[in-house]
């Protein structure tokens, strides 16, 4: 009995001495977090924290990242790829361009959400009807973005005018809304020389696996390796190109117009800003790929359309 009392005691002491134990760890493990500032996860201050990470490199010019875009259900998804490395990218100013007759809450809370509120603006210029694509158009038939980047134009040069004009050097980038970004891209377009537009080769583009530029030994810009109507003046994509801002107010007749044969957008505005041979190869002398021409496939949504006629779709209440 009294042996048994004794193995009792024992254990009760045994169960105490694990129970501190455990107190004094947990307590210690909190004091961790408390010194690396992180009270709570879910508060501002982690929030700001992890902001904090994105900001190392602040330095270089402003560039103007300008996105077209329209309401389709993927859109949602692009902007947030799109968001996301733009907050890698800490002197990139996103300039947002929708294709509506007014600015949507979609991209609003999507630029709070981001926390990309500070450094970027949410502007509407709609597609005329003439110019738009209907129901079963091939995408290439009518030119798209053409309204939305000039809208977006008008708004650099009036920025850049209020601020500084000639003597700011900025970077102004036409950043589709379904292409796929590295962020070392926008460091590459940090070294763009004022007077100069910035070229670099773009995946997945123009029939082939890489469209670029083509170097002589001296690094000089002679001409691009593409197979698509390489008669063309400039024979690159949107995205391979980015102009230093000085351009872009001496010549403000430069834009987009819908006047212009197919695939002949870029040539339309480089050809009152440069030359081909004056152009600033990027990206380790144009052989590094940073930018893909990715296209999304339209998701088929065959089993939401009888639900949306019975008033009970899927995404009530939800923004997707
Ligand atoms: N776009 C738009 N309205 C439209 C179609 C396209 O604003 O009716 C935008 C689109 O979001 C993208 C850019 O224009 O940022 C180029 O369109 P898309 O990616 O379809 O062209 P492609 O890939 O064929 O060059
Ligand atoms: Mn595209």
Same mark, same amino acid.
């Given at each position: 009995?009294?042996?048994?009392?004794?193995?009792?005691?024992?254990?009760?002491?045994?169960?105490?001495?694990?129970?501190?134990?455990?107190?004094?760890?947990?307590?210690?493990?909190?004091?961790?977090?408390?010194?690396?500032?992180?009270?709570?996860?879910?508060? +501002?201050? $982690? !929030?700001? @924290? *992890? #902001? &904090?990470?994105?900001?190392?490199?602040?330095?270089?010019?402003?560039?103007?990242?300008?996105?077209?875009?329209?309401?389709?259900?993927?859109?949602?998804?692009?902007?947030?790829?799109?968001?996301?490395?733009?907050?890698?990218?800490?002197?990139?100013?996103?300039?947002?361009?929708?294709?509506?007759?007014?600015?949507?809450?979609?991209?609003?809370?999507?630029?709070?959400?981001?926390?990309?509120?500070?450094?970027?603006?949410?502007?509407?210029?709609?597609?005329?009807?003439?110019?738009?694509?209907?129901?079963?158009?091939?995408?290439?038939?009518?030119?798209?973005?053409?309204?939305?980047?000039?809208?977006?134009?008008?708004?650099?040069?009036? +920025?850049? $005018? !209020?601020? @500084? *004009? #000639? &003597?700011?050097?900025?970077?102004?980038?036409?950043?589709?809304?379904?292409?796929?970004?590295?962020?070392?891209?926008?460091?590459?377009?940090?070294?763009?020389?004022?007077?100069?537009?910035?070229?670099?080769?773009?995946?997945?583009?123009?029939?082939?696996?890489?469209?670029?530029?083509?170097?002589?030994?001296?690094?000089?810009?002679?001409?691009?390796?593409?197979?698509?109507?390489?008669?063309?003046?400039?024979?690159?994509?949107?995205?391979?190109?980015?102009?230093?801002?000085?351009?872009?107010?001496?010549?403000?007749?430069?834009?987009?117009?819908?006047?212009?044969?197919?695939?002949?957008?870029?040539?339309?505005?480089?050809?009152?800003?440069?030359?081909?041979?004056?152009?600033?190869?990027?990206?380790?002398?144009?052989?590094?790929?940073?930018?893909?021409?990715?296209?999304?496939?339209?998701?088929?949504?065959?089993?939401?359309?009888?639900?949306?006629?019975?008033?009970?779709?899927?995404?009530?209440?939800?923004?997707?």
């Amino acid at each position: 009995m009294n042996q048994e009392i004794r193995i009792k005691t024992k254990h009760f002491y045994a169960v105490l001495v694990i129970l501190g134990f455990l107190l004094i760890y947990s307590l210690s493990s909190n004091n961790g977090c408390d010194s690396d500032g992180q009270s709570s996860p879910n508060s +501002e201050f $982690a !929030a700001a @924290g *992890g #902001r &904090e990470a994105f900001l190392l490199n602040q330095k270089g010019p402003t560039i103007y990242a300008i996105t077209p875009t329209y309401a389709r259900p993927v859109q949602k998804a692009e902007l947030t790829r799109l968001s996301q490395v733009i907050r890698l990218s800490p002197n990139v100013f996103w300039v947002l361009v929708e294709d509506a007759d007014h600015g949507s809450e979609l991209v609003a809370n999507l630029l709070r959400r981001s926390g990309l509120e500070e450094r970027s603006v949410q502007l509407f210029a709609k597609t005329p009807t003439n110019f738009k694509l209907q129901g079963k158009d091939p995408n290439w038939l009518k030119p798209r973005g053409v309204e939305q980047r000039n809208k977006a134009l008008d708004w650099v040069r009036r +920025e850049l $005018a !209020a601020n @500084g *004009g #000639r &003597e700011r050097h900025s970077v102004v980038y036409f950043m589709d809304d379904d292409n796929t970004y590295s962020s070392e891209l926008f460091g590459e377009m940090s070294k763009i020389e004022r007077n100069k537009v910035g070229v670099w080769p773009v995946g997945l583009v123009g029939g082939l696996m890489v469209e670029k530029p083509v170097l002589n030994r001296d690094g000089i810009v002679l001409g691009f390796n593409s197979a698509w109507r390489p008669e063309r003046p400039f024979p690159l994509d949107m995205a391979g190109f980015a102009i230093s801002s000085d351009l872009l107010l001496d010549n403000p007749q430069a834009q987009f117009s819908y006047e212009v044969e197919r695939g002949y957008q870029e040539s339309e505005i480089l050809r009152h800003l440069t030359i081909v041979h004056e152009m600033q190869p990027l990206a380790n002398k144009c052989t590094d790929v940073l930018v893909w021409h990715t296209r999304t496939e339209n998701p088929k949504l065959d089993a939401e359309k009888p639900l949306v006629k019975a008033g009970k779709r899927s995404d009530a209440g939800l923004e997707v």
